[in-house]
């Protein structure tokens, strides 16, 4: 048994030119390290270094996605305050599994799926413009909505409620991707995957939100705008790929 996301950074070898999307046009230096890191129940992120003489890239384990969520403006400062208070309260079917008193907030409790409702309530009520039409025109009551059914409705519709979560979402997600990227400098590949993503796919490709987020990072940015970014097409399973990789090594063919 291998962890999903030590799965999934094998998972990212084999992968062809037509296996993902570019959201940027850096060229992948040969042998640097790479990484992979997808919002879904959870925020899974993998290393992968390849050493001088090695023969093989291999993956590193992570638990990135338990870091503290990074505050850069007062809005995100609020968003901490009401997160503690919704994870230890909040009757949503998204919270229901973490439900708790915590002393806490990691960053994956505000970028991966279970977030979105959470961000979802805290705009709701930090903007009364913002209507719940999410609720009033499907009959769900807020603690049915699911983060699948923000982004869908979003998506589909452009309601601005869960426009502004989507995009929330999006920039907290490129905070964090920015952040893992100046530890490890992985020139060799920035693999994003998820269920989140996939979801949210078109808003990346067709804004500026990620990119502008992920680059902005001061005196860093020179740096962070010569890494490849790729977003990994939904219909491509990283999980079995990367559990072939492994057999395919464990037996030396």
Partial sequence: MINDFTAAGYGILPLKEKDFIRLNDNQIVEGAVKIVIGPGTGLGQGIL?????????EPIASEGGHVDFSVRTREDFELLEFAQKFIETSENVENLRAKGRIHRVSVERLCAGPALPLIYDFFARRDENLERKLETETGKTFNDITGEDIVSFGMTTKDPLCMRVIEKFTEIFAVEVGNMSLKCLPYG???LTGGVTAGILDYILHTDTFLDNFYAKGRQDKKM??????VVRPEIHLGLLGAEECARRALNV
Wanted: charged letters at 35%; hydrophobic letters at 30%; aromatic letters at 22%.
């Fill in 225 to 230: 705008r010569k890494m490849p970014v790729f």
């Fill in 49 to 57: 270094a390849k050493g001088k003489d090695s023969r093989y890239y």
């Fill in 189 to 191: 590949g920035i693999y």
